[in-house]
Each structure stands twice: as structure tokens, then as C-alpha cells.
């Protein structure tokens, strides 16, 4: 990898870190000592890597996105097409990973948190796959708006538990998930679902989602001869973002946005974008950015997409804009909206709502860049998922 | 100010059990929290946990997550609570000791909170997702202020572990007796009494034992592995519903007998 961070401790500068109780110590240690055993292991890498093609369908497409390129009327524009794999969206890459590590490790059990049921699903799909049980949290709003994905879930064997505390989103189904950990914690493996939480999740998530950054660096020059102008992904906690920017980082003549999301708008103060309008604080075993008030009491956040959804982001996000390395900036709900529809129509693509605050941002950008400048998007889901959301925000 | 290791051993020594109640501060008002603390001290508390509450307590189970709720609900700030403990500050003999998540004491400000602890008669503080990795964050600090820090030791934790933990620890040591979060439990862990054992052997300072206790049974059981208990849910729940004699006798089961 091209930069040593996090350091032993897990800090990406002064954020991260392991805030955690005493209970959960051993088991962070030994996931940590297991996890750098496993990726110097040639067979773990193997079996990751034939997993990776012949399951989830990699190598994922770089896409010349020539409708929307025209539609936005700017830079040229390719979609790294994460939505394209088995299960439609990125997160089976990280599900994937410790699913195997949790294997090696001798757990039989799984818990999980879920927002937007993307990585519940994927989660579901891997222990389906790997012969591990499966209970996975979501929070009661969350199972309303995504009722499919919950479905799914049940579907491949997982049990779904609904969590009525707090907002009832992604951060309390964190919190309940974490309390099961620390009860189970001598059979269950805690498979998060981005690049947040204690030392060392962040690590090993941003490490198992940077096939999308490494395959999009080949690509792209392949197809172009050179590096992007661009990149752009959504961040709710990070983790498509994270793994597509990861093999990028060196590279400082490309310029990197992570999205978050703007609800209804900054003003409004209905959103969930920690990094442009949040405070350092601590929260679910990191230090971080967070949304919280004057007392350092969690606020609720708000947003169309309920996997970006969360009052935090992954640590090394918050470094990374700490040393000025990648924009944050944030696109509203109905300006994810809009990019929803323009990608179905100028591309017969739905992307996931997430992943339509990637596109929305890219518009503004296009329009400033010369038309032989290049950007990518990571393109993190499908839209299947939010049909239903869609059709019924249209009908309102 | 005497020591809560000073404190404990006077008790020790009188053949007693240590006893720790935990209340919710906030919970039932603010003004309640003086009368509380003035009751517990007065059923014969060796000292008490005042909890501040957060928006996202993952260390405590369905009870405490309700109390602090009520209380957040209520408006609490820890501000206030520092203004409570200052008024009742002479009126107690007893030690005071904060149990609270970091984000609260980051935000509060590291120093700033130290200074508020001193002066409204803190003398120790547990907060439970501060793991000795990252004790530096706010144990200097503390130190500079004389405000003890309390470290947690789980039955999870290694030998060496228990060693680490043990070494140069203040006022006394947090043993957690199950996985989990807090919450009354019928069933003792299996490893619970040799873990007591490997506790006590490493530990200078008073072991008191919490998460899970709630009946006279229990206290009496854990006598010989331990100095005393904490005992939170219980007594939340039992004050949330003021059942006060219900606290009472629990808190005799711990005098000799």
C-alpha cells in the first residue's frame, strides 16, 4: 500500500483510535493479529481473489458514460460500475473479506448493522455463502423505507432485528449491534459495513474495498493514457469512497471529492454531512467528525438515502480533509434526485440513491472542466433498492 | 479530602462490603439528585456513581439506556449536574465519583471538566469507553488535578491484561462480572469466581465488582471474591419507581453479619 497510515494505534493523525470498552479489547486485538496473518497469507489472498471473480463477478466495469458526459455538458465522464456486483452494490467486497477472516478466525456467528440494507444484504449473502449464522440490526425507519432489502435479508437466511431506540437509522443499529458484540463476543465476529468503528475496522475495510480504486486506476489509463482530473463517491460512513480513493492518494494532481449528505439542506439543518458542518468529537469506538450539539449529545441526522444516513464518517476521511487532501462538499435530497433521473434516462442506469449524490456533485464539477478533462464516479450501488422511495417522493 | 482508596479501607477494615450504588443523574429532575445522593449516603453507600447521561450509551443496557433517556428528555447538561454536586458539596461524606462517555467530557473540554469535577467535589471518574490505550486523552489531566481515575478490568481481559490494569491503579478497580452491557441478571458468568480471584491477587487497591447484581443473594455470594459492589440498574429502576425500601435492604445485605 502506498502510505503507512493508520499508525499502531490505529490514528489516522489525531483520529480514529480504539474507544472502546475493556470487554471488546481482546476481540480487537485478536480480529487486528488475525487480519495481518490472513493478508500475508498467499492462499487467504487467493481464495479472496476467486471469490471476488467467479462469486461477486469482478473485474467491475469502467464505463464510458458518453449520455451523461453529453447531458452535463463538460468533462468526460466514466462510471465505475460497483452496482454490477452480486448483490448490487460494493459492500459485498468488505462482506466478502471478513467473511473469510471470520472463517479463518474459527467464529461461527455474525452480527452486523445495516442502513440502507445494502450491506445487510451483502453481509446475509456472504454467511449464506460461507455457512456462518447471521443477525443483522436495522434501525425500524431504515426497515420502513427499505422493506425489500429486509426481505432479502430473510431471504438468504439472516435474522433482521428491528431497533426502535434513538432515530431508529444506521448510528442505533451501530449501537445495538456493538452491544451484541460486547455480549457474544467470544463466537461473534462484528462485520461492519464501513470505514468507521475501533481500530482496526477502518483499516481492514478501506483495504478490502481498494479493489475499486485499483482496478479504476488500471482502467483508466488504460483507456485514456492517464490519470483522472476527477474523482468523485458518495460518504455516509465512507467506505466506497475510502477504497476508491485509497490508491489514488499519492497522486495530487487528482482531485478527489467525497459527497455527504445535504437532506434537505445545510441551512435546513436536516442533513447528515459531518465533515463539512460537524465537530470533532467520539463516537462508536473513533474519533471523528460528528453531527452533535454544544454538549457533545449525538443530533439526529436526515437524508433521502438511508445508507448515508449517519451522524459520523469514517475516521480517514477526516484526516484526509484535515490535510487539505480531499474535498467534502454535500448535494441535497432533491439534487440526488434530479441526478436519478438523469442517469436513467441519458444511461438506462437507476443508481442507488446513494451513489446519486456522487452523480449530482459530478454535474457541478463537469460543467467547470474542459471536455478533454476526465472524471470518475463511483458508481457504489444500484437503484432497485429505492424504486419504491422514488415512486412514491414522485407521487407526493 | 480522604482518598476513595482511604475511604474503601476504613469500610474494609470495619468488616463491611464495599457498596456502590449508580443513579442516573437528571433522572426524575434535577432536584432530585441531591435528596438521592443525601438517601444513599444514608442507607450506608460507601460511595456513589452519579451517571451523565449521552445520546448513545453502548456500555449499558435496556434500564440505564431509559434513565438516560428520561434525563436527556428532561434537559440535562452536565454543567448542571456540576452545580448540583457544588450545592451539596459539605453536606456529603461520601465519595462522588462520574460515570460518563468520553464524547461528553471531549466536548465539555479535557481540562475544563477536571476543573468542574474539583470544585463541585468529584473525586473520581469511570468512563467506560476509555480503554487503557487511550487513557492518555484525559488521565493527565486528571492526575494534575487529583481527580482519581477509575479503571474497568472484564472478564475477557488476559492475565496480562489484569496486570497492566492493576499496576499504579487509582482509587479502586471496576470489575465487570459478565459480557454484555449493565442490566440485571438472574445467572452468574461461569469464569466469574476464578476471575474475581485473578483480580484481587493482582490489585493494591479495593475490588469492587458491578453489571448484574440486584439481590441480597448476590451480595452475599460475592463476599469472599471481592471488597464490595456496584450495583446500577437496580437501584435506577427502584428510584425511577421509588421503591426506596427496596434499596435499603439491599444496601444491609452488605453490613457483617
Not at chain 1, 447531458?71 to 473479506?97: F, M, P, Q, S, V
Not at chain 2, 452545580?83 to 453536606?91: A, F, G, P
Not at chain 2, 468512563?127 to 493527565?140: G, H, K, R, W
Request: with cysteine.
Amino acid at each position: 500500500m502506498n502510505i503507512h497510515i493508520p499508525d499502531q494505534r490505529g490514528k489516522f493523525g489525531t483520529f480514529g483510535g480504539r474507544f472502546v470498552p475493556e470487554l471488546l479489547i481482546p476481540a480487537l486485538e485478536e480480529l487486528e493479529q488475525a487480519y495481518e496473518e490472513a493478508i500475508n497469507d498467499p492462499v487467504f489472498t487467493k481464495e479472496r481473489e476467486d471469490y471476488l471473480t467467479d462469486y461477486v463477478g469482478r473485474t467491475t466495469p469502467l464505463y464510458d458514460a458518453k449520455g451523461l458526459t453529453k447531458a452535463y455538458g463538460g468533462a468526460h465522464i466514466y462510471l465505475k460500475r460497483e452496482d454490477l456486483n452480486h448483490t448490487g452494490a460494493h459492500k459485498i467486497n468488505n462482506a466478502l473479506g471478513q467473511g473469510l477472516l471470520a472463517k479463518r478466525m474459527g467464529k461461527t456467528k455474525i452480527v452486523a448493522e445495516t442502513g440502507a440494507g445494502q450491506h445487510g444484504v451483502a453481509t446475509a449473502t456472504v454467511c449464506a455463502l460461507l455457512g456462518l449464522q447471521c443477525t443483522v440490526f436495522m434501525g425500524e425507519v431504515d426497515m420502513k423505507r427499505q422493506q425489500q432489502n429486509v426481505f432479502r435479508m430473510e431471504l438468504l437466511g439472516a435474522k433482521v432485528v428491528s431497533v426502535t431506540n434513538g432515530s431508529g437509522t444506521l448510528k442505533d443499529a451501530v449501537n445495538e449491534a456493538l452491544r451484541y458484540w460486547v455480549k457474544h463476543v467470544e463466537h461473534v465476529h462484528y462485520m461492519i459495513g464501513s470505514v468507521v468503528g475501533p481500530h482496526p475496522f477502518p483499516k481492514i475495510v478501506r483495504d478490502f474495498q481498494s479493489v475499486i480504486g485499483e482496478e479504476t486506476r488500471e482502467q483508466i489509463i488504460e483507456k485514456t493514457g492517464a490519470l483522472p482530473h476527477a474523482i468523485v463517491a458518495c460518504v455516509g460512513g465512507g467506505s466506497n469512497a475510502m477504497g476508491m480513493f485509497y490508491p489514488f492518494i499519492q497522486d495530487k494532481q487528482v482531485k478527489m471529492y467525497g459527497v455527504e449528505a445535504g437532506g434537505s439542506g445545510i441551512q435546513t439543518g436536516k442533513h447528515a454531512a459531518a465533515l463539512s458542518t460537524g465537530t470533532v468529537g467520539i463516537l462508536h469506538g473513533m474519533m471523528t467528525y460528528l453531527l452533535q450539539d454544544e454538549r457533545g449529545q449525538i443530533t439526529e441526522t436526515a437524508s433521502i438515502s438511508a445508507g448515508l444516513d449517519y451522524p459520523g464518517i469514517g475516521p480517514e476521511h477526516s484526516y484526509l480533509q484535515s490535510i487539505d487532501r480531499i474535498s467534502y462538499p454535500s448535494v441535497t435530497d432533491e439534487e440526488a434526485l434530479e441526478a436519478f433521473h438523469v442517469l436513467a434516462k441519458t444511461e438506462g442506469i437507476l443508481p442507488a440513491l446513494e451513489s446519486a449524490h456522487a452523480i449530482a456533485y459530478a454535474k457541478n464539477i463537469a460543467q467547470t472542466m474542459d471536455k478533454n478533462e476526465t472524471i470518475v464516479i463511483c458508481l457504489s450501488g444500484r437503484g432497485d433498492k429505492d424504486v419504491p422511495q422514488i415512486q412514491a417522493n414522485d407521487r407526493e | 479530602m480522604k482518598s476513595i482508596q482511604h475511604c474503601f479501607e476504613e469500610k474494609i477494615n470495619q468488616n463491611k462490603q464495599l457498596f456502590v450504588p449508580y443513579i442516573m443523574a437528571g433522572d426524575g429532575g434535577m432536584d432530585r439528585l441531591e435528596e438521592d445522593l443525601l438517601f444513599l449516603e444514608r442507607c450506608g453507600a460507601s460511595a456513589i456513581e452519579v451517571g451523565i447521561p449521552f445520546s448513545d450509551p453502548v456500555a449499558d443496557g435496556p434500564t440505564i439506556q431509559a434513565a438516560g433517556i428520561r434525563s436527556l428528555e428532561a434537559g440535562t447538561t452536565l454543567d448542571q449536574v456540576f452545580t448540583q454536586l457544588k450545592k451539596s458539596k459539605h453536606k456529603r461524606k461520601i465519595p462522588i465519583i462520574l460515570m460518563i462517555y468520553v464524547n461528553v467530557v471531549y466536548v465539555y473540554g479535557i481540562e475544563a471538566f477536571v476543573q468542574s469535577c474539583k470544585e463541585s467535589g468529584v473525586q473520581g471518574v469511570i468512563i467506560p469507553d476509555v480503554p487503557f490505550e487511550e487513557e492518555d486523552l484525559v488521565t493527565p489531566a486528571l492526575k494534575q488535578g487529583g481527580v482519581e481515575w477509575i479503571r474497568l478490568v472484564a472478564l475477557t481481559s488476559s492475565k496480562e491484561r489484569i496486570n497492566q490494569l492493576t499496576k499504579e491503579a487509582e482509587g479502586f478497580i471496576y470489575a465487570v462480572s459478565d459480557t454484555g452491557t449493565t442490566g440485571v441478571r438472574t445467572e452468574q458468568h461461569k469464569d466469574l469466581y476464578p476471575f474475581l480471584q485473578s483480580v484481587q491477587a493482582a490489585s493494591s487497591v479495593p475490588v469492587l465488582v458491578g453489571f448484574g447484581i440486584s439481590t441480597g443473594d448476590h451480595v452475599r455470594a460475592l463476599r469472599p471474591y471481592c471488597d464490595g459492589v456496584i450495583v446500577g440498574s437496580a437501584i435506577v429502576e427502584w428510584l425511577h419507581e421509588k421503591k426506596y425500601e427496596d434499596i435499603q435492604s439491599l444496601i444491609q445485605a452488605t453490613f457483617p453479619t
